[in-house]
């Protein structure tokens, strides 16, 4: 219990957290049913190249979110690569600035140039009145990132897409399972990405899928994904190598059994950050659409400096001297990261929300590896910096100089 300044570990007092809380720790599954998979696949000795487990969890997968498809995939990075070349974009995408390197990237890496455009301060998610601004005639498509468990304005983005004959793409990296107006996400767009990344809210330890309703995009992924393979020394399209292992459906399957209780875990979590950290005056945590499904596998802070006296940087920074790794995601934002940032170095003129929304947020640990007591202990240390903004702000400034002067000494 942190109770004067000194208790804090940044300025000399006891960590509260003796072993690092992670954003982003893994949800695993049933450990038994894991490990009788595991021996399976070896009895098989089937370890990847579309093997009965990869197989069994793309069905499984595509049926839970009621989609024609579901190509399973190395990680979601790959996944998407693949959409985008199988979807036939070239020129210029639009997509967030807002969001992880990987989308922006995803592009990149098959000389598309990525069109940063402006977020919604209030869901995070691409601001369809920005998008259609930045259209010109290179521009080919639209990928909307599902951000946090935030859904895009689906509908506004699919109209603008229409009117303007582009490809619409979703990048659904943190949206499995969740749902838009009733309807759960892989049935937006020509196709939506997901990754099941150790880190997400279902993970295969690395992987991803495309799912999507498009036959005729399907057929192409998957040939792609494999090569270009259409059957033994037969090639029939340029590809890669995007195959997910059976180790990795393995763990998939087995965490698909256990979904629902991930879901309740994070629920519960952010119910107890939600009442544990209300009121709190300049701090305001991301909610959630309770009419929708969603996974509450993100516990978001947003941090009002002006409010706070403290900043969202100086909050971290005390949260980390207490063990506590809470992430900025996704700080600076993409357009001033390599090699965005050499070759737009103006972007940021049109890109306000994003460049004000990368200081304030903080994600905080959530799910199956945190525990009530643990968060209540959090909350507390949060509470009591937010009751002592200004005077810490003062403390930490002074020890910070005092450090540079022994430093310049
Ligand atoms: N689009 C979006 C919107 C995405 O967020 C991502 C990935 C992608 C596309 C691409 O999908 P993938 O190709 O990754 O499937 C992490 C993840 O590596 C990345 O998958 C994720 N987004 C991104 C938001 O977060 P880092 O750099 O933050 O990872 P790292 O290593 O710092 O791990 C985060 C925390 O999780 C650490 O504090 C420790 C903990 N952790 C991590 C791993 C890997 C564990 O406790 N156990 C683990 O096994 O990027």
Redesign the pocket.
């Given at each position: 219990m942190k109770q004067s300044a000194d208790d804090l570990a940044i300025l000399g007092g006891r960590v509260a957290f003796a072993a690092p809380l992670?954003?982003?720790?893994?949800n695993i599954g049933d450990r038994g049913a894991l490990l009788t998979r595991i021996n399976d696949l070896l009895d098989r000795c089937w370890l990847t190249n579309d093997g009965p487990f990869v197989q069994e969890l793309e069905q499984r997968i595509a049926e839970f979110l009621g989609v024609r498809h579901c190509i399973a995939m190395c990680?979601?990075?790959v996944a998407?690569e693949i959409a985008i070349r199988a979807a036939g974009l070239t020129g210029e995408v639009i997509l967030p600035a807002f969001?992880?390197i990987?989308?922006a990237h995803a592009l990149q890496w098959q000389e598309i140039t990525p069109v940063f455009c402006d977020v919604d301060p209030q869901t995070y998610t691409i601001d369809p009145f920005q998008v259609e601004r930045l259209i010109t005639p290179r521009t080919t498509g639209i990928i909307g990132?599902h951000?946090l468990g935030q859904l895009c304005q689906v509908e506004a983005l699919a109209e603008i897409a229409n009117r303007h004959n582009l490809k619409l793409l979703f990048?659904a990296?943190?949206a499995f399972a969740c749902s838009y107006k009733g309807t759960i996400i892989g049935n937006f767009g020509l196709a939506e990405m997901l990754?099941?990344?150790?880190?997400?809210f279902f993970n295969t330890f690395?992987g991803?899928a495309v799912v999507t309703n498009n036959d005729d995009l399907a057929t192409r992924i998957r040939l792609m994904k494999n090569f270009g393979f259409a059957g033994y020394d037969h090639v029939i399209h340029v590809g890669t190598n995007g195959k997910m292992s059976e180790v990795s459906a393995a763990m998939g399957l087995t965490g698909l059994e256990s979904l629902e209780e991930f879901v309740a875990t994070n629920y519960r979590n952010y119910k107890q950050y939600a009442r544990e950290l209300e009121g709190l005056p300049g701090l305001r945590l991301l909610t959630y659409d309770e009419s929708e499904r969603c996974n509450f596998q993100y516990i978001v802070l947003e941090v009002d400096e002006v409010v706070t006296n403290i900043s969202r940087d100086k909050l971290m920074e005390i949260l980390h001297a207490e063990n506590v790794?809470a992430?900025r995601?996704f700080y600076p934002g993409c357009h001033k990261m390599e090699p965005y940032r050499s070759y737009f170095p103006n972007a940021g003129l049109l890109l306000p929300k994003t460049e004000a929304l990368v200081q304030r947020v903080l994600c905080l640990p959530t799910g199956t590896a945190i525990g009530p007591d643990e968060i209540s202990k959090l909350c507390q240390v949060i509470r009591f910096v937010v009751a002592h903004g200004p005077e810490l702000s003062l403390k930490l400034s002074a020890e910070q100089e005092e450090y540079l002067e022994e430093v310049v000494v």
């Amino acid at each position: 219990m942190k109770q004067s300044a000194d208790d804090l570990a940044i300025l000399g007092g006891r960590v509260a957290f003796a072993a690092p809380l992670h954003v982003g720790r893994p949800n695993i599954g049933d450990r038994g049913a894991l490990l009788t998979r595991i021996n399976d696949l070896l009895d098989r000795c089937w370890l990847t190249n579309d093997g009965p487990f990869v197989q069994e969890l793309e069905q499984r997968i595509a049926e839970f979110l009621g989609v024609r498809h579901c190509i399973a995939m190395c990680n979601g990075t790959v996944a998407l690569e693949i959409a985008i070349r199988a979807a036939g974009l070239t020129g210029e995408v639009i997509l967030p600035a807002f969001t992880f390197i990987a989308t922006a990237h995803a592009l990149q890496w098959q000389e598309i140039t990525p069109v940063f455009c402006d977020v919604d301060p209030q869901t995070y998610t691409i601001d369809p009145f920005q998008v259609e601004r930045l259209i010109t005639p290179r521009t080919t498509g639209i990928i909307g990132v599902h951000i946090l468990g935030q859904l895009c304005q689906v509908e506004a983005l699919a109209e603008i897409a229409n009117r303007h004959n582009l490809k619409l793409l979703f990048d659904a990296a943190h949206a499995f399972a969740c749902s838009y107006k009733g309807t759960i996400i892989g049935n937006f767009g020509l196709a939506e990405m997901l990754s099941f990344h150790a880190t997400k809210f279902f993970n295969t330890f690395e992987g991803g899928a495309v799912v999507t309703n498009n036959d005729d995009l399907a057929t192409r992924i998957r040939l792609m994904k494999n090569f270009g393979f259409a059957g033994y020394d037969h090639v029939i399209h340029v590809g890669t190598n995007g195959k997910m292992s059976e180790v990795s459906a393995a763990m998939g399957l087995t965490g698909l059994e256990s979904l629902e209780e991930f879901v309740a875990t994070n629920y519960r979590n952010y119910k107890q950050y939600a009442r544990e950290l209300e009121g709190l005056p300049g701090l305001r945590l991301l909610t959630y659409d309770e009419s929708e499904r969603c996974n509450f596998q993100y516990i978001v802070l947003e941090v009002d400096e002006v409010v706070t006296n403290i900043s969202r940087d100086k909050l971290m920074e005390i949260l980390h001297a207490e063990n506590v790794l809470a992430r900025r995601y996704f700080y600076p934002g993409c357009h001033k990261m390599e090699p965005y940032r050499s070759y737009f170095p103006n972007a940021g003129l049109l890109l306000p929300k994003t460049e004000a929304l990368v200081q304030r947020v903080l994600c905080l640990p959530t799910g199956t590896a945190i525990g009530p007591d643990e968060i209540s202990k959090l909350c507390q240390v949060i509470r009591f910096v937010v009751a002592h903004g200004p005077e810490l702000s003062l403390k930490l400034s002074a020890e910070q100089e005092e450090y540079l002067e022994e430093v310049v000494v």
